[in-house]
Structures are given as C-alpha cells and as structure tokens.
C-alpha cells in the first residue's frame, strides 16, 4: 500500500500532520492524525451542548491521549484505546458504532445476553446522529492537542466551553513526561488559580460571584484583581487591591505626556491615590474610583464617565453654570491624547500605585517618582497612627 503525508494548519488551532495509507489490492484505507506541536503546557477540555446536525459537522481533532465522552449514555472512549483521528462528531460516533460491531458476531455465539445490550447501546448512538434531543459532547486531552471547531471564530461560540488545566502527577507519567518530585508551593499555586467565591450583586442583591487572581506587576509588586459578574442584571465590576503590606513612604508620580502612546501606559491606581492635572486645575481625590488597574487612557476614560453620569453635574440637578463649566472640563480631558502637552501627577500615601516605565529597566526621561515621608494627617488617613505592631501583647501572655 502507499502512505501519504501532509503537514496543514487548521485556522484558529495549530499545525498538524495528517497520514493517509490506502491499499490498491483490498482497497482498504486508513486516515490518522498527529500533533506537528510538542505538548502543550496545559491540558484541555472541551465541553461542546450538541443541538442541531449543524453541530454534528463540526471538526473534531482528537488525538491519542485524548479521551471523548457523552455523559447522557454514560459512554467514554478512553486515551490510547483509538489512533489520532481528524473528523466530525458524527464520524467519533460512527467510529465508536463499528467497534462495537466489530466482535458481536463471536459475542452472539458466546454471550447472547451481552450481545443485546451492546446491540440496545449502538441503536442509541445511531440514534444521537439525528439529534432528536440535546446531548454534551465532552473531549479531555491532557497534552492539550485536541481540538474542536468554534464555526463562529473568532466570535465566541456560546455552545462551547473550552476550559484549560494544569496536569496531575498521573496525567504527566502517562504522557511519559517527567513528574517534579518537589512538592508544589502553596503560595505559587495561588498566583496561578482563579478563586472564586460568592456575594449578593450591589445592584440588584441578586446572588452573583466575584472572581479573584494574584497579579505580579512588572518591576513593582503583586495586586489582587477582583471582578464581579451578575447574571441577573448584567452589572459587572472589577477592582484591584494592593498584595502587599503599606510601603514605609509615599509615592508621587509625576509623567510629562508628550506623546500619543503614553496613553497606552499601564496604571496601578490604589483606593488610597489620588490624581492630579495642573494643566486643566483637575484633581480627584483619594477613594474615588476605587482600586483600578488599567492604561492611562482607560483611567482617564473612567474620570470623565465619573463626571458625565453624576446627575448632580449634568443631569437635572446641576445648575446652568456648572454646567458649562463641566462641559468645557469633558471637552479639555478628551483633547488629552497625547497631543497636547500636560503633567498627570498620582500621589498615594501607602505608596502602592505605579505607572508603567516603557523604558525599564533604563530611567523614563518622562516619568518622575518620588519618595517622601507621610505627615500626622496622611498616617490618620491610613489608620497608622493608631495601629501598633510590637508590644501589643498583654504581659500575662508572654509566659503561654
């Protein structure tokens, strides 16, 4: 017989080598499929709803170490049991229909009983091909090589959940890769681990969740990004809190914008910052806005939806001069693009903000960061006047 070879690239996946051997004498043909990548640093699972015979014409890469599923029959093909294949999810399920076949001939003349049963579960696969009711469709490869089609790409397709994940020890020995005997770190898995937890929506008070991620900011420190979601309301909220403690001095940074793509710089703006342009007689002070990690047009973005969507500024409550006056705020604020000259100066107290150097390691000839000690009232502010670290023990206690 002849094999064929052909390295192809599927659009929004990977490359991949498709081998092809066919048999001039019996005319029996074969189609098998490998990764050209290595393996990948995640697994992946996809979880496909089937609905229509649209979905079953969707392709479907699944290469050895992949194993598919239907929950609804409570039927798997485990890895390693079938060859890398490129198909549909109809041709996974006729190929899972002629395995079955294959023995039930000598099953037949053995175990009539067995025979049935095998016999009862084919028609129900034959069945799932005319999609007269819903079904998931689940493929879980922990070399991450897998693959199913989005028909919507680069739209997200609502019908498909593509969720990553890190390998067990198990999953790492049975790809042959070798398993790190050092036992994990808590403090490292947490910084690559979405937490999650719940809470009530603040708009609605519908029950909603709130997602959590430990961020490492480049030269600077880590921050916990926090984003709310409701899915009764659609209110949707992020927030970002300082991982660290209070930094023994106050920051201000000061950045001379003098061209458009300063406004793409990246902004850690703390609860306790507050922002200042001399050039516009603009300032907001700290708490406002909350925590934000952003770029600097998306902060200035949120400054002016502040000010727009007060009703005590510009709705119905606001007087016709501060009206005006507000307006020809908005109209300056939108003309700072990076065209018009100005300084946009941040100054937090507990010192965790920070305004991205495009030049770092080097020094930013546009950017300018201060250090300077906190007064009574700024330590007032920051509940540090009253706080006591040392010595707060009771002496009774010194002895347990």
């Known amino acids: 017989g002849v094999t064929r070879l052909l390295l192809t690239r599927i659009p929004f996946f990977k490359e991949i080598i498709v081998s092809s051997f066919s048999c001039d004498s019996c005319s029996w043909s074969n189609t098998e499929i490998q990764s050209a ?11 496909l709803a089937v609905t229509s015979r649209q979905d079953m014409n969707r392709e479907v890469v699944k290469t050895d170490c992949a194993s598919a599923r239907i929950p609804e029959l409570d039927f798997e093909i485990p890895a390693f049991s079938q060859k890398g294949v490129l198909t549909t999810i109809e041709g996974i399920i006729d190929r899972a229909v002629a395995g079955l076949e294959q023995d039930q001939p000598a099953r037949r003349a053995t175990d009539e009983e067995v025979a049935r049963k095998i016999d009862e579960f084919i028609g129900k696969l034959r069945q799932l091909k005319e999609v007269t009711s819903p079904f998931t469709f689940i493929i879980d490869d922990p070399s991450g090589n897998s693959f199913v089609e989005n028909p919507h790409a680069p739209q997200r397709d609502e019908a498909l959940v593509v969720t990553r994940y890190r390998r067990s020890p198990q999953q790492c020995a049975m790809l042959g890769l070798e398993v790190d005997a050092k036992p994990p770190d808590a ?3 947490l910084r690559d681990e979405v937490l999650q937890f719940n809470t009530n929506c603040p708009e609605c008070n519908a029950p909603a969740s709130t997602n959590m991620k430990l961020v490492q900011i480049p030269h600077f420190k880590e921050v916990i990004i926090m984003a709310t979601n409701c899915d009764s309301c659609g209110h949707r909220t992020n927030e970002v809190k300082s991982g660290g403690a209070i930094e023994p001095q106050g920051t201000r940074i000061t950045l ?25 007689e603009f300032e907001l002070g700290m708490g406002a806005l909350g925590g934000k990690f952003t770029t600097l047009e998306g902060l200035l973005k949120d400054i002016r939806d502040l000010v727009e969507r007060n009703p005590f500024t510009l709705g119905d409550s606001s007087t016709p001069s501060r009206t005006g006056k507000l307006q020809e705020f908005i109209g300056k604020l939108q003309e700072v693009n990076g065209k018009t000259e100005v300084h946009f100066i941040m100054d937090d ?21 201060e250090r300077y000690e906190r007064t009574f009232e700024q330590n007032e502010d920051l509940g540090l006047n009253d706080m006591k670290t040392e010595g707060y023990e009771p002496e009774g206690t010194s002895g347990r």
């Open 37 to 47: 990548g290595r393996i990948q640093e995640q697994g992946v699972r996809y979880i």
């Open 187 to 189: 403090a490292e898995d």
């Open 256 to 280: 001379r914008i003098t061209d458009p793509s300063d406004m793409t710089r990246d902004i850690l703006k703390s609860e306790t910052c507050s922002v200042e342009i001399p050039e516009l």
């Open 349 to 369: 107290p507990a010192g965790n903000s920070y305004l991205q150097n495009v030049y770092a390691p080097e020094e930013d000839p546009e950017l300018t960061v």
